[in-house]
Nanobody, 120 residues
Framework: VQLQASGGGFVQSGGSLRLFCAASGSILSRNTMAWFRQAPGNQREMVAAVTSGGSTNYADFVKGRFIASRDNARNTMYLQMDALEPEDTAVYYC???????????????WGQGTQVTVSS
């Protein structure tokens, strides 16, 4: 499975961005895709996960601000990010794994990352 993340950029505090993750290759129908992020000096952390069945899981720090969704026909995952804060500045990665596992942080396939920068 290959993953291509895009949509990052520079935005002022309170602004919005939408990230995209396109998956290709041998994609099993029952799977989970997720967004992770890593800021300089910090460990990578999960932001949101969404199964091919449509269930979602969010980190507490993004609840009410970010929405993860998928278009299974296009094998694409989205992350709508609203009310962005400087603390959201990080490289955002998308990931894919077989099966439904919303709470797992173990993913077999990763995209290259897209930079999100939020100014104060």
């Amino acid at each position: 499975v290959q993953l291509q993340a895009s949509g990052g950029g520079f935005v002022q505090s309170g602004g919005s961005l939408r990230l995209f993750c396109a998956a290709s290759g041998s994609i099993l129908s029952r799977n989970t895709m997720a967004w992770f992020r890593q800021a300089p000096g910090n460990q990578r952390e999960m932001v949101a996960a969404v199964t091919s069945g449509g269930s979602t899981n969010y980190a507490d720090f993004v609840k009410g601000r970010f929405i993860a969704s998928r278009d299974n026909a296009r094998n694409t995952m989205y992350l709508q990010m609203d009310a962005l804060e400087p603390e959201d500045t990080a490289v955002y990665y998308c990931a894919w794994r077989q099966g439904w596992a919303l709470s797992s942080t173990s993913y077999a396939y990763w995209g290259q990352g897209t930079q999100v920068t939020v100014s104060s």
